[in-house]
């Protein structure tokens, strides 16, 4: 026989239901704090930039040249820009900063484009900052601020090459652009590119250069 507890005097209760009833109530208590955890629990949430870059690529037949419509200051001295003997580029996992390198040696020209994305809805601004060694010098362009789109008829009536998503390249510090994305960058290497071209001085010793770069969305 089951025995009977007396509750303020009252009516005897089974032992066995009031601790199914504390087992039940525990139970209940702890269920209710898990819930109100997962309500008023913080969620963390990562929030990246925008602009994006895809790892440099190196270019082996660019000319430039007095014809090309290119910055004469820079570009006098340069008939080819050919891809060096040994070379690599490369991109940080969060997209917005890069690597390039090279094998170079006195009187050298090279240059690589650097594949942009816009994943807003909306245009954006960004700074470019290059880490750039000493005895190298660095100029930054876009096809858009340097050569203007031909008409049609200029071309036998075929289209014109795509307009560049990429547009007012500024220089603002010995090694800084400013520069507009249009929302439509998607990595195409034609329209949504920037093109560093290095030149090496005198003084270089022969050797592996590397450049590296950040981007950085701004608000004007």
Known sequence: MYKRILIMGKKAVPVWLLAMLLVACGAGAAVGTVLAGK???EIPVAVGQALLTHSPIWLSDATFGADSGQPQQVYMHAEWVAEPNRSFGAVADDNTAFQA??????????AFNLPLKNA???ELIALLTLDVPQCLEVEVYADADTIAAPHPLDLG?????????????VRIGMNTWKLT?????????????LTVVISVDDDCAPGYYSISGTLQQIPY
């Open 181 to 193: 994305l249009a929302a439509a960058a998607e990595y195409d290497t034609i329209t949504d590119v």
């Open 157 to 169: 009536g075929e289209s014109p090459d795509p307009a560049s998503n990429v547009t007012e390249v």
């Open 39 to 41: 309500v008023t629990g």
């Open 101 to 110: 390198a090279a094998e170079l040696a006195v009187g050298d020209w090279a």
């Open 120 to 122: 807003s809805q909306n």
